[in-house]
């Protein structure tokens, strides 16, 4: 199985904590993340902005967590994460500053891949990096894209020799 690494924006977390559909694509990843299905990226920053933002009142009202409940999915997310300090993006700016901690975590990583729902940086992009919509994990085209060929179909041997 094909593993990528990825870095999910705040707006992914705090969807998929909030939205009411489970199979909502927000939520299928952060479920990845918490069971540790998926290679993702954290830094100091980045959690931090993740805590930041769970525990505004109004998000908190929304999904009706506890400081300490926030803390332990946290806790989790840090367990199953590829832990990263990376140095600030010197070469290029991100297109609001607030988010100048991505930017950094791309330029140390070219192979992972954002995942936002922030259309400032889908449509401003980091030259040289990729930046998909929730919608795209585990989608078939990026699939397809990551391994630059058409999917084969195989048939088993079994199958041949009976055909034959």
């Not at 559909?21 to 479920?31: G, M, Q, V």
Request: glycine letters at 4%.
């Amino acid at each position: 199985m094909l593993m990528r690494l990825w870095i999910v924006d705040t707006n992914v977390v705090v969807s998929g904590l909030i939205g009411r559909d489970p199979e909502s694509p927000t939520a299928k990843i952060l479920n990845d993340m918490i069971a540790g299905e998926m290679v993702f990226l954290l830094s100091p920053m980045l959690l931090a902005e993740y805590r930041a933002v769970l525990l505004r009142p109004g998000i908190a009202m929304r999904h009706g967590l506890s400081e300490p409940e926030i803390d332990q999915i946290l806790i989790e997310l840090t367990a199953n994460a590829k832990w990263s300090e990376p140095k600030d993006d010197d070469q290029h700016q991100a297109p609001d500053r607030g988010d100048r901690h991505l930017w950094a975590l791309l330029c140390s990583h070219p192979e992972a891949i954002l995942l936002t729902g922030d259309r400032l940086l889908l449509e401003n992009p980091r030259p040289g990096s990729q930046i998909k919509l929730p919608a795209d994990y585990k989608s078939p085209q990026l699939i397809k894209h990551l391994l630059n060929q058409a999917p084969k179909k195989y048939k088993s041997k079994t199958l041949q020799t009976q055909a034959d």
